[in-house]
């Protein structure tokens, strides 16, 4: 293909132009997606604005016979097949050559589709030229191309635009600039004056524009499908969040499928980015408007092993564009957690205040360190920071020994700092947020030092209670509570990156330590003095739960945070963890876990439930629950029989994680692929919340 030709032949360009192959798999589903959202139009008409070498056209061409073909009950003519190829096909690239290969493919295609496999005379085989009336080459390179302003022919012509625009082409700021520009109109016609004059787009990268010039090329209440990078779903920063704003109240959004965790797999061989599927009708939301949320779950390690998506539907989440506006890290959280922490995040929100909050208020805050090298030419003097140790280069220890530390030795830097911020006692924080808990991931200093940019530091000489106040809140970042909440909320934590943004460290609630009893300071005190010894797996036990008494979490909130971290951590350990197969033991806990949860509902209703493992039923990578629901007083039912085979051809057919199986009035089989992370106690009140508010006979 011609992506890969590229790529082998032309490096530098191919990163220029974003040139990547999507997988047929991943364009097919895009295609039948779009195809079944556009209703009963008879002959759709479709735009790829970023066409490439055809991946998308070719797929699209393929659907339009088919659903022709079941529309009329015959197969399509020559003619038929023709005007489809000619008259409901569009194609924009900046790409001359990717052209011509599109060109020929969908030529090969028509070839392939013809109703005569040997038409003669062979002149029943001319074409007409596609490239200048299908397939249309666009100029500007890569900062303008598709996204210049929309020619009037194109405008609202299209029942389908779909695609796989360029992701990471950094234009220039003179680029997006005209962007912005081309864009503002449609958003002052959709959102208002206000936001059309603040719009702007968060980064140099062109997918999100792509994304809103399909609004004008696209018919009113049309179909939007395209390929974007993931990192508009997540971002955090201020710019990020009123991006993402702006679409999801420009464009009525149906559905996102998020690939992030399969960036590292043979889903899309050679692509490292995050990145996601966009279905959006083009309309303005209506009110309470929500989209589908889909996680595909890595499924196999290493993660080059993997070649599929398990596209699980009814692991769906619906979320309203409004919970999205109004919590920004929603989609985070959806991602990486479940129902349930997102209650311990709520939870942690009313019962704390941001760090930076709570620093203010003692008036401090947290400050980056000196930086060395900058612009040129701008360097200041450095001569009152000649007496302090220099922490630069030395690892992070839970307290610093400023007596093994060098000397500070630069005479002018790009950013020194003021003096003020490196006087102890002094909470510092490393930008790489440690993953493994028994790493530091904050120290203390009680002597005045310097540091670099690498580290985050809050002076609390003029704090009262200072060393002991540092001392606790060394304690909670040290804490899996603060582990998870920065998996929660950052934007590019379990995401891309494993650095942790400051803006995300500090707004993660603490409770001010005002606020504890004496038992507590005593007990936070104690527990500090023991860190400075060095991390073991039982102070760790001890900290997470002073930590979660300080916040009041109840036991199952503590055990969503373990499940949570154990199963979806950005790290080996986690992934491993979480597509392993269960152990009897952790079955067991599920479903005594599922039970109780089951009867603390059913038993107003003077009724009762059974949670019993099937193991015996041998379905490979399966294993089932049966769930009876009875009479208070009633005898658990006997075992109940299933097909095996019938069960996998459903759970393949499917692609689920999940399958239910109505046996009887009283007996229900639930299957769930056998990897942990289907099997923990979260997921266990997860399935008794599901089944109850289905109404499930059996639940």
Excluded at 198 to 218: G, I, K
Excluded at 463 to 487: C, D, K, M
Excluded at 684 to 691: G, I, K
Aim: aromatic share 8%.
């Amino acid at each position: 293909m011609y992506e890969a030709y590229a790529h082998g032949e032309d490096t530098q360009r191919a990163k220029a132009e974003s040139i990547f192959y999507t997988p047929r798999h991943i364009a097919e589903f895009l295609v039948d997606e779009a195809l079944g959202a556009i209703g009963d139009v008879s002959i759709p008409r479709v735009l790829d604005p970023a066409a490439g070498a055809g991946v998308f056209l070719v797929a699209m061409f393929r659907a339009l016979v088919a659903r022709e073909w079941e529309r009329t009950g015959r197969k399509p003519s020559r003619k038929i097949v023709r005007r489809i190829l000619n008259d409901q096909l569009t194609g924009f690239d900046i790409n001359d050559s990717a052209l011509r290969l599109a060109e020929l493919a969908l030529y090969l295609t028509a070839i392939e589709l013809d109703p005569e496999p040997k038409p003669r005379p062979l002149k029943l085989l001319r074409f007409d030229e596609l490239r200048g009336r299908v397939l249309l080459p666009k100029t500007g390179g890569v900062t303008q191309g598709s996204l210049a302003p929309v020619e009037e022919r194109f405008r609202e012509a299209f029942d389908i635009v779909v695609g796989n625009p360029p992701w990471t082409a950094q234009g220039s700021g003179a680029a997006k600039k005209k962007w912005v520009q081309a864009t503002r109109d449609l958003v002052r016609m959709r959102l208002g004056d206000a936001r059309a004059t603040a719009f702007d787009f968060p980064d140099q990268n062109p997918d999100l524009p792509f994304v809103f010039r399909a609004m004008e090329w696209a018919k009113p209440g049309g179909t939007i499908a395209l390929v974007t990078h993931a990192r508009w779903l997540f971002g955090q920063s201020k710019r990020a969040v009123q991006a993402r704003n702006d679409l999801l109240e420009c464009v009525h959004v149906t559905g996102i499928l998020n690939g992030t965790a399969l960036r590292d797999t043979n889903v899309w061989p050679n692509v490292r980015h995050p990145f996601c599927l966009l279905f959006a009708a083009n309309e303005t939301p209506p009110a309470h408007a929500a989209f589908l949320f889909v996680n595909p779950e890595l499924d196999r390690m290493p993660d080059a092993d993997q070649a599929h998506m398990r596209i699980d539907w009814q692991d769906a989440r619906e979320i309203e564009i409004r919970d999205v506006v109004e919590r920004p890290w929603t989609l985070k959280a959806r991602f990486r957690g479940t129902p349930f922490d997102e209650s311990v995040l709520d939870d942690l929100k009313s019962r704390g205040v941001p760090l930076s909050q709570y620093l203010d208020s003692l008036g401090t805050k947290l400050k980056n360190g000196y930086q060395v090298v900058g612009e040129a030419g701008k360097r200041s003097s450095a001569a009152h920071m000649h007496h302090l140790p220099d922490l630069k280069g030395a690892a992070l220890a839970f307290v610093v020994d400023t007596r093994q530390l060098p000397p500070f030795s630069y005479d002018k830097l790009w950013r020194p700092r003021k003096p003020t911020i490196y006087r102890a006692p002094l909470l510092l924080v490393h930008e790489s947020m440690r993953v493994d808990e028994r790493s530091p991931r904050a120290a203390l200093c009680f002597e005045d030092v310097a540091f670099d940019e690498r580290f985050d530091g809050a002076s609390f000489a003029d704090v009262r209670h200072g060393p002991e106040i540092a001392a606790y809140l060394q304690l909670v970042i040290q804490s899996s509570l603060f582990q998870h909440t920065l998996l929660m909320l950052d934007g590019q934590f379990g995401i891309e990156r494993e650095v942790v943004h400051k803006a995300t460290i500090e707004s993660v609630p603490v409770v001010p330590w005002g606020q504890l009893t004496n038992d507590q300071k005593s007990h936070s005190s104690k527990l500090s003095q023991r860190l400075h010894k060095g991390m073991t797996a039982d102070l760790l036990m001890e900290i997470d739960r002073f930590v979660s008494d300080v916040f009041c979490l109840s036991n199952v909130q503590r055990n969503t945070i373990t499940d949570t971290l154990t199963t979806a951590l950005p790290t080996a350990d986690a992934k491993a963890a979480s597509i392993r197969p269960t152990k009897r033991p952790e079955r067991n806990m599920f479903a005594m876990v599922c039970q109780e949860e089951l009867r603390s509902v059913l038993r107003a209703s003077r009724k009762d439930a059974f949670v019993r493992l099937r193991d015996e039923l041998n379905l490979e990578s399966w294993r089932i629950v049966q769930i009876d629901r009875v009479n208070q007083g009633d005898e658990e039912p006997a075992a109940v029989a299933l097909d095996p085979r019938r069960f996998i051809e459903a759970a393949d057919e499917a692609s689920a994680s999940r399958v239910t199986v109505r046996v009887n009035e009283r007996s229900t089989l639930v299957g769930l692929l056998d990897r942990y992370r289907y099997w923990t106690c979260t997921r266990a009140r997860m399935l008794a919340a599901s089944l109850l508010s289905e109404g499930d006979a059996h639940a």
